[in-house]
């Protein structure tokens, strides 16, 4: 028989069938004798997902392995990605312990990464769009935020580590994925893969594609995240990448991980509640506890953020000239300007690009779905040409509703 240590030198695709056999040969996690079942439980276009189980002992973990392709076009991916998701995931662990899975083992040749399995938490997007409120989602959605972003500057750790880490999470691949997708083709769509309804493609055309007052603005953010090297970000914290339950969250996915501007992270968090309150707005107007939770959990976000970030700075920054009042006010209030910019890149490339939101796509009477989509376009677009106004979660809801008041109206 071949020995471990060779048989899994060299990648190759698990199945359902091999994944067992992995992790028997591999993993000191189950009972020697014990039967164990698996399923795929993956639907993503980059990886492959299984969760292997115990029959009788109820453990369970998943493995999360990185294909060489994409699957829908079989383009050829770095799979590099696969060790920076380990190393972040690893690295948030010891800063947010509470919020992230444990990571069991990670094998660089099978680029494979064996973790909890964390199925008793359930999607925050779907568990939004069911209506569910959870009372304590913006202090824990917050609390990691802080407890990552912060940490991981040259505020905090030595400058040689920081400049180490920065070489670690070079993500060209994924990064290039965002430039286009973010920050280049909802305002010039040059690949032809903007999804726009007919009945809002002259309304895109105007508020997007003409507003070089916007692209200014849109040009400065994509800057931003291609060369401000600040913070080790998650780098796709959308609300499918949260997972909740009413005992807390657990972050995962972060394979788009980076070393850049840490509003990016917190904007996109807020990006996504956005598109939350926004489905419930226009679809279920007499939920009206609901959208009185989700307006609050938004504001809280961004608020109890920069409560506990300021807290943090105050306890972890020691360098004499960065403990400086002036300095540590422009850095806060540069990230949270920062924030609001991301928010408004992520809702944009939400509507208009072909990375859809089920809260927007789900939508299908066209009634509702040409002001939804409008009012949230111009609510990104407000985020990102007033970045420097938006200096409380307040004013970030007022926004929003001012706009949908005006769609609702009939206004845009």
């Known amino acids: ?21 992995y992790v028997r040969e591999v993993l000191d996690y189950f009972d020697a004798d014990e039967e164990l079942g698996c399923t795929e439980i993956g639907d993503g276009n980059i990886n492959y997902v299984f969760k292997v189980f115990g029959k009788t002992s109820g453990k369970s973990l998943v493995i999360k392995q990185a294909d060489t392709l994409l699957r829908s076009s079989g383009r050829p991916l770095d799979m590099h990605r696969n060790k920076i998701e380990a190393e972040i995931l690893k690295i ?22 064996s973790m909890e399995d964390i199925s008793a938490y359930k999607n925050l997007r779907k568990e939004l769009a069911a209506g569910k409120i959870f009372p304590a989602l913006s202090d824990e959605l917050s609390t990691f935020l802080a407890d990552t ?14 400049k180490e880490r920065v070489k670690l999470f070079t993500n060209p691949e994924l990064c290039d994925i965002s430039e286009d997708l973010v920050f280049t083709e909802p305002y010039w769509d040059y690949k032809k893969r903007n999804v726009v309804i007919p009945e809002n493609a002259h309304f895109v055309e105007k508020a997007l594609y003409e507003d070089k007052a916007l692209h200014a603005c849109v040009a400065r953010l994509r800057d931003d995240f291609m060369n401000h090297a600040q913070a080790l970000v998650h780098g796709d914290l959308h609300s499918g990448s949260i997972f909740v339950n009413e005992g807390g ?26 598109f939350a309150y926004a489905n419930a707005y226009w ?3 007499e939920n009206a506890e609901f959208l009185s939770w989700l307006q609050k959990t938004i504001a809280d976000v961004f608020d109890s953020f920069k409560t506990k970030f300021e807290k943090k700075y105050d306890t972890l920054v020691e360098f004499p000239l960065y403990k400086n009042e002036r300095f540590k006010k422009a ?44 009012s949230l376009i111009l609510l990104g677009k407000t985020f990102i040409k007033r970045t420097d106004d938006m200096k409380s979660g307040s004013d970030l809801v007022q926004a929003a509703n001012d706009i949908f008041g005006c769609a609702k109206r009939g206004e845009l």
């Not at 028989?1 to 056999?21: G, I, P, Q």
């Not at 072909?354 to 796509?361: I, L, M, R």
């Open 1 to 21: 028989m071949m020995s471990d240590k060779k048989k899994y030198a060299k990648h190759f695709l698990l199945d359902v069938r091999t994944a067992v056999e």
């Open 331 to 374: 850095y806060t209030e540069g990230v949270l300007a920062d924030s609001a910019g991301y928010a408004g890149t992520e809702i944009i490339r939400r509507v208009v690009g072909d990375a859809k939101v089920s809260e927007v796509t789900s939508v299908t009477d066209t009634a509702l779905k040409v002001p939804l989509e409008r």
């Open 283 to 285: 679809t279920k107007p």
């Open 149 to 162: 972003l912060l940490p991981t500057t040259d505020l905090v750790i030595g400058r040689a580590e920081k």
């Open 249 to 274: 969250i657990k972050v995962i996915d972060p394979e788009f991980a980076f070393y850049g501007p840490m509003g990016y992270d917190v904007g996109n968090v807020i990006g996504n509640l956005f």
């Open 92 to 113: 948030e662990k010891s800063l947010a312990p509470d919020f992230v899975p444990e990571i069991y083992h990670y094998d660089e040749a099978m680029f494979a990464l």
